[in-house]
């Protein structure tokens, strides 16, 4: 099993350029997740996805949009991209319930 | 919302045992605790997690006292490698992510 997996690693934009970030998991996985760390900081929840077909807001979900495409594939998406949204990217799985996620090994955005 | 605080950083020596707690004073009933450990430029890796009393699995032990208003992780005979950040997370039984607030984390650094 690859786990989860997340395409690109490092990414540079800039300014009002768009993109989507990539998200995959082979372990049957109801709910993914998307999360920013900043520098220094902890993780922080941009958008969720409780089962295929559904997706919810999460404490900061301002500037993304993202998409449940199947039961494996959750993506993330910058319309316009600002450097505020310079960080890491984790996305992550996990089984519906009191279970642990797994994530991705995160990708590196810089926005100029 | 279940808000965790912990210590930002700890010190300890190779052998040692590390105890980290973690306050939740808010938290609510349907919600278990979970510890993961991030090493820099990795995503979180899940610890343990635990719901009340006593948890112990093959690297950590999780103690938490009967009122549920804090946590502590312990890491017996900590070496090199664990240094990492450690997060407490507090969230609920569901897929209720709006509770998936990781905080700042406390950052171990385990010396010679």
């Known amino acids: 099993n690859a786990g989860v997996t997340q395409t690109p690693k490092f990414q540079v934009l800039k300014t009002g350029q768009s993109m989507t970030l990539q998200c995959a998991q082979d372990?049957?996985?109801?709910?993914m997740y998307w999360y920013r760390q900043d520098p220094g900081m902890g993780l922080r929840l941009i958008y969720y996805s409780a089962s295929e077909g559904t997706t919810d807001k999460g404490e900061v979900p301002n500037g993304y949009n993202v998409s449940r495409l199947n039961k494996r594939e959750f993506s993330l998406r910058l319309e316009s991209a600002a450097p505020s949204q310079t960080s890491v990217y984790f996305c992550a799985s996990k089984y519906s319930g009191p279970y642990e996620q797994y994530f991705g090994p995160g990708t590196r955005l810089t926005v100029t | 919302l279940a808000k965790t605080t912990q210590p930002i950083s700890m010190d300890s020596y190779e052998g040692q045992e590390v105890n980290i707690t973690c306050s939740h004073n808010n938290i609510a009933t349907n919600d278990y605790i979970t510890w993961y450990q991030q090493f820099p430029s990795q995503g979180p890796r899940f610890i343990i997690q635990?719901?009340?009393t006593k948890v112990t699995n093959e690297v950590a032990s999780l103690f938490i006292p009967a009122d549920r208003k804090s946590s502590t992780l312990s890491l017996p005979r900590v070496s090199l490698s664990d240094t990492a950040v450690y997060y407490c997370l507090v969230s609920a039984w569901g897929d209720s992510s709006y509770k998936l607030i990781f905080g700042s984390g406390t950052r171990l650094l385990v010396r010679p």
């Open positions: 372990m049957n996985h109801n709910s």
């Open positions: 635990g719901y009340k």
